[in-house]
């Protein structure tokens, strides 16, 4: 807006005075324009609020739906050097000796020493290299009959899943090394070629037969409780039905412990109970009312955030579709709202819903964990009710500042013609004045 011009030479009249109270009655509009922003700044700031809190509730509500963070059983070796495990719900709760006379190794084998290092010319032709179910055939010309040129070829070639290829130098000289990228005897190394031009000994040299080896190929070999049982990998997956185990330990023995785990599942419904209780607490004091002092929250009386709770509370008194065995509800496994809208977990039921019947009870969690994140995403999404209604509240400020730029325009001009008009009037006022002295002193003559 214009600044407040001075008066000039005049009748003395304050025109900045009266100018600036003037403005004041004409500014109303544009305060209260103002005020009007910043209550919708408020509530877009609520709004900002409400979608955290329902974004913390996702994702607590999709940690019941994901069967990896609820774990019915833990499965630990008694020597952590041993090895590392896990279980499943699959699992059954007891003990394990495991003895392990060999682990599982990946094969490798190597030329023979080069004295004048990688880029030794081997020979041309063709090299087939199998291990496992892979076949790989590379042609060897004069661009890759290096050592170093045929560990390249065998290393980028796109045919190949099985073999690394690598340059070891010892005091003996260069030696081009393939190393299986699996373990197990039925991923052994075997090496053939057709030489087209030899040289040095040609590409012969590194047919298996004339190849040195290096690690064995082998199988893991173990008993579990007195069974025995070989595996390819050190990784065993179907020795012991839910468990899975990498052994890490040559020669040695470990007691494998597979227990209840109870702690996951109690972890996570107390998250989600908080999630929604925050949710609950949150909606509570935006739209709550002071009657002593006759005074609203910023979102009282707004029927979408009332729409928030009522929908998710909704969520959880309807039994999801599809849902049936022994829990059809989340307060048969102890979690259930309370008088105040807060949602709490009774540990006694739930631990009997883990110890009696935990595939019925993660089916439960799983259902509602589902009902609730596809409930918040309707409410969030991109025509979601809270998403709508932010979209209309930003609407509305930018809708003010428009009328704002205007009513600041148009009081720029009235200011201006209030300097002008009451600059005109002070002039006036003050050449009567002048005109009044002249007859006064005019008539006192007379």
Known sequence: MATISAAGIGSGLDVKSLVSQLMAVEQQPLIALNTQKTGITSKISAYGSLSSVLASLKTAATTLNTPSKISAFTAAFSDTTFGTSSATSSATAGTYDI?????????????????????????????????????????????????????????????????????????????LVFSAKNTGLANAITVSSVETVPAAGGLSQLDTANMTQGNPAQNAVMTVNGVSITSASNTVTTAITGVSFTLQKDVSNATLTVARNSSTVSQAASD???????????????????????????????????LVRTSIRNVLSTVPSGLTGTYTSLAQVGISIQSDGSLSVDSTKLQSAIDNHFSDLQTTLAAYGKAISTAVDNLTGTNGAVATRIKGLNSSIRSIEDQGIRLSARLDSIQARYNRQFSALDGLLGSMSTTSSFLTQQLARL
């Open 272 to 306: 989600f109970a908080k999630a929604f209780t925050t949710l609950n607490t949150t909606v509570k004091n935006l739209t709550a009312y002071d009657a002593t002092n006759k005074e609203g929250s910023v979102l009282t009386g707004d029927s979408t955030a009332s």
């Open 99 to 175: 003895a392990v006379t060999q682990l599982a190794k990946a094969h490798s084998i190597a030329s023979s020493a080069h004295i004048a290092g990688s880029t030794d010319v081997i020979g041309e032709g063709t090299l087939t290299i199998n291990s496992g179910s892979n076949s790989f055939a590379l042609t060897i010309d004069s661009s890759n009959s290096t050592l170093a040129g045929i560990a390249n070829a065998v290393n980028t070639s796109t045919l190949n899943t099985s073999v690394n290829a690598s340059v070891i130098t010892d005091v003996n000289g260069a030696r």
